[in-house]
């Protein structure tokens, strides 16, 4: 499926958790460090499809992003979930509106499109506006398979602590998922055959909403994909220190990560 592409990528806009790194007050050595792979700012990849470019969740760094990065087109954008540091960003879609002349879709489940449309209740008022707003078109998206820009996207139900959901994205033999406690049975059956699986992997210590990097390496164990990448990495986590003791194929991503995709075989 990614082989029509002459190009693809997965380029990792954020890698951080909520409060990013360094976190804002803290002098710890993470938060010191002068690695730029400790900088972190909130999670988001950006999926470079040939000329298609797909977007994974619009932090509130989304701006800085987007002009770090270069990014000068979105033709569609998926949500994980409606938590502030997924979706704060999303106003900053109207420049790309005025430059494509077009609404963009943004695919999400229903509770998360209710936040969605709750927080930012300006961009689904149909009343005259004389200020500018985010042109959207909301598509609904469950457990199965859906199209976005002739690409097939599994999206992928993951637990987000004891009550709470989230979705990860498996798009032919590449799979994202970030903020997730635990992945039932019927999800990781889904994430078998993968030569790209990013991970969250908060810290060391246990926490109620988010796997640690031993929870997700024994995830890597168990569905063996040719790469892993850990993501949604906070300011308790040295990327160097942690990464020299991480299996060959496991790697800690770092902002400005981009790893090309397409050449496995696709599910």
């Not at 499809?49 to 797909?54: A, N, P």
Request: charged letters at 25%; one cysteine or more.
């Amino acid at each position: 499926m990614l082989e029509q592409f002459e190009h693809a990528s997965i380029l990792v806009l954020g890698s951080g958790t909520s409060v990013g790194v360094p976190m804002i007050g803290c002098r710890c050595k993470v938060c010191t460090s002068s690695d730029p792979r400790d900088s972190r700012l909130r999670p988001s990849v950006l999926l470079r499809l040939g000329d298609k470019r797909i977007l994974i969740d619009t932090s509130p760094d989304f701006r800085y992003q987007a002009l770090r990065y270069g990014i000068d087109r979105i033709d569609a954008i998926l949500f994980t979930h409606s938590h502030a540091d997924h979706i704060l960003g999303l106003d900053d879609v109207r420049p790309f509106n005025f430059l494509q002349r077009r609404d963009i879709p943004i695919y999400t489940s229903e509770p998360s499109l209710e936040v969605i449309q709750r927080t930012f209740h300006y961009v689904f008022d149909n009343s005259p506006s004389e200020s500018s707003r985010p042109r959207l078109r909301p598509i609904v998206f469950g457990d199965e398979p859906i199209e976005v820009e002739g690409v097939t996207i599994q999206p992928i139900r993951v637990n987000h602590g004891a009550t709470g959901t989230a979705y990860g994205f498996r798009f032919g033999d590449c799979a994202y998922l970030t903020d997730h406690s635990d992945i039932p049975a019927e999800s990781q059956e889904k994430l078998t055959g993968l030569d790209v699986l990013f991970l969250d992997a908060l810290r060391h210590n246990p926490h109620p909403t988010h796997s640690t990097v031993e929870e997700s390496l024994r995830t890597v164990e168990k569905l063996n994909p040719g790469r892993a990448f850990f993501t949604h990495i906070s300011h308790d986590l040295l990327h160097a220190a942690v990464e020299s003791r991480l299996p060959a194929k496991v790697r800690v991503a770092y902002d400005g990560l981009e790893i090309p995709i397409g050449w496995g075989d696709c599910a």
